[in-house]
């Protein structure tokens, strides 16, 4: 009978245990999808604070490069 | 490509040298009469020294929020970008810093008249920034914070280059190249063997000028140099190019910088960078592929991304 006992509540014990982890893990997990859920948002709306909409994007580079040309010019870049 | 003969028009616009180019000679009437209409809505969008523009009701609005027109939205659009892509070096509330170092009027009146130290406004530190001008495209209202002031002259040449030569192209159906200032765009089928274009310190220099002639087939090539809107401030030499930092001239290790991009506003954006970059401007060039050539005060040249070599002086015999 009394190592039944202590059986029964070791038992109780291990499970109780387990759902401690159980929820432990989850409310680890439920902080981490919040932190997600956080970041995207005011990730999002920093972004839309850096640069006003349609306004991001990188300096456009040419198709090709200048080519070496021979002579004058028919028009002059410089400073106006 | 076409190997048509090029006709050019040249005409006074934005207080600079305009310049241009059609591939197809009957077009170029029809073409001048579409910049004039194009070039003059943009002046009386932006101009810093009209009292009727745009860009002077804003800046007089003390904050208040103002509807604006599609162009001037564009214009202040296509600024904003620019500061966006160079973290705010290259930013358009300028306006103030220019005025304290007394470019308050049109550049040939400040040219003629040194107003001497005690005639100098008094002297601004950093640039309120381009993160205080508030836009918003879809209902067209603007408004500047912390006492900014738009100067849009970084980009809206460049811009309206841009405009010009696809508007023109598209309507005319030839090859058209649009100079505003050195600031040039091409459009539709270039010439066979491209544009020719002399990249030099000063745009009104001659086809000769020293320099490099390189050819473009299309997007934009613009040129920032410090040795040619200067005047005389007091006791100093300043010049245009603002870095914000400062609120001052920006101290370049750069003479020239002329950049070839996607467009002529990109382009332009590039270059007026790099003078404020310095050495730092290389490997920002070269990193974004921009080809460009930079030019040190002592005439000594670096390229980046592709830029041809200068060609060797002529051998003296």
């Known amino acids: 009978m009394f190592s039944s006992d202590l059986r029964s509540a070791a038992a109780r014990r291990d499970a109780g245990i387990r759902k401690i982890s159980r929820l432990t893990w989850r409310a680890g997990m439920a902080g981490v999808i919040c932190s997600a859920v956080i970041a995207v948002a005011f990730g999002h709306h920093a972004q839309g604070q850096a640069a006003p909409p349609g306004q991001s994007g990188t300096i456009v580079v040419p198709h090709q490069p200048p080519a070496p040309a021979q002579g004058g010019g028919q028009v002059t870049s410089g400073a106006s | 490509m076409t190997t048509a003969a090029i006709a050019r028009d040249t005409f ?13 000679a ?12 194009e070039l003059a809505a943009v002046d009386l969008a932006c101009s810093r020294f009209r009292p009727d523009s745009e860009l002077t009701a804003l800046n007089e609005a003390a904050g208040d929020r103002r509807t604006v027109s599609p162009l001037f939205a564009d214009l202040i659009a296509a ?9 705010g070096d290259v930013d358009p509330t300028c306006g103030q810093a220019l005025v304290g170092l007394g470019y308050d009027r049109d550049f040939a009146q400040v040219k003629a008249i040194n107003p001497g130290p005690a005639g100098l406004p008094a002297r601004f530190g950093p640039v309120p920034g381009w993160r205080s001008v508030e836009l918003d495209q879809a209902t067209l209202r603007a408004a500047l914070s912390n006492g900014a002031r738009l100067d849009l002259g970084a ?12 508007l023109l192209a598209d309507q005319l159906g030839c090859g058209v190249l649009v100079s505003l200032g050195g600031d040039i765009a091409v459009a539709g089928p270039p010439p066979a063997d491209g544009w020719r274009v002399r990249v030099t310190d000063d745009h009104a220099a001659g086809p000769d000028a020293p320099g490099q002639t390189v050819a473009i087939a299309g997007g934009g090539l613009a040129t920032s140099s410090t040795t040619v809107r200067t005047w005389a401030a007091g006791e100093h030499q300043v010049h245009h190019i603002i870095d914000p930092a400062t609120g ?5 290790c750069w003479r020239t910088v002329s950049v070839a991009a996607g467009t002529c506003v990109d382009a332009n954006t590039a270059s007026t960078a790099a003078i404020i970059r310095g050495e730092a401007a290389l490997g920002w060039l070269a990193g974004s592929g921009l080809p460009a050539r930079l030019v040190r005060p002592d005439g000594t040249v670096e390229t980046t991304a592709g830029w041809p070599r200068d060609e060797p002086p002529a051998a003296v015999s």
């Open chain 2, 12 to 24: 006074e616009v934005f207080g600079t040298t305009a310049v241009l180019l059609v591939t197809a």
């Open chain 2, 26 to 37: 009957q077009a170029l009437g029809p073409a001048r009469a579409l910049a004039d209409r």
């Open chain 2, 79 to 87: 600024a904003l970008r620019a500061a966006a892509l160079t973290d």
């Open chain 2, 155 to 166: 980009t809206a040449k460049a811009w309206a280059a841009d405009r010009c030569a696809a």
């Open chain 2, 248 to 252: 001052q001239s920006a101290r370049s």
